[in-house]
């Protein structure tokens, strides 16, 4: 199945530097790539996804990079702010499997002032 | 807005007790989706509905059943539970089909005791 690995497990940064979350991934047919972000005793929700068929997505100040070569995927967070501070999950999808994702262990993300 | 809700938010249960956890979704979503949350090892999934009555193990299944009688609740069964098995439970659901949103409950903290 699908493995996942996501570093790093913790992160801070300083308000307005960036921040940067790799993810590697073993199955070269997974397709879907959504990051989730979860703020302290809230929810995981969807912040921005990738499908296989383009390198690079973005949304305001994240965006996200695939490199389907090196089987590898990047969140990037511009100009942070403390509402930034969470715990960040990618995931992929595997095939044959329509809609079980496989989730990375997370990484903590701490904007400091 | 998609809403996944989770009955309890917090529990304290004895070891050998069965316990249930309830979680309902209001969207009509043919998957629903039960995950632990463990720090340092990310989102595990226990179990996958993807139909009434139609059920799949996940990556960590042992010690776990689930019960769909209608689409819109799942529940999961710890039928003799562990102090192993304290943890924050997620319930999640998708709309069927490979790369959709998937939409997280709030979460139930079990403690074991």
């Known amino acids: 199945g699908e493995n996942v690995e996501q570093h790093p497990s913790t992160l801070s940064v300083q308000e307005g530097d960036s921040a940067v979350i790799k993810c590697t991934y073993s199955d070269s047919a997974s397709n879907y790539f959504p990051w989730y972000k979860q703020e302290l005793g809230k929810r995981p929700q969807l912040i921005i996804d990738?499908?296989?068929?383009?390198g690079e997505k973005k949304d305001q100040r994240i965006a996200v990079t695939l490199n389907k070569t090196a089987k590898h995927f990047s969140l990037h967070i511009t100009e942070t702010q403390p509402e930034d501070s969470a715990v960040y999950f990618c995931a992929g999808l595997p095939t044959g499997t329509a809609s079980k994702l496989t989730f990375g262990t997370g990484t903590r993300l701490q904007v400091t002032l | 807005d998609v809403k996944v809700t989770q009955s309890s938010r917090y529990l304290v249960k004895r070891t050998g007790e069965k316990v249930f956890l309830e979680c309902v979704q209001d969207?009509?979503?043919?998957?629903m989706f039960w995950y632990r949350q463990d720090p340092g090892l990310g989102l595990r999934l226990i179990y996958f509905s993807y139909d009434v009555k139609m059920k799949e193990k996940g990556d960590i299944p042992e010690g776990y059943s689930v019960s769909r009688e209608k689409k819109e609740r799942v529940s999961l069964i710890l039928e003799s539970a562990s102090t192993n098995q304290t943890s924050m439970y997620l319930c999640a659901s998708m709309e069927q089909g490979a790369g959709n949103t998937i939409y997280f409950g709030e979460g139930s903290w079990l403690t074991v005791v």
């Open positions: 969207m009509d979503h043919e998957n």
């Open positions: 990738i499908r296989s068929n383009v």
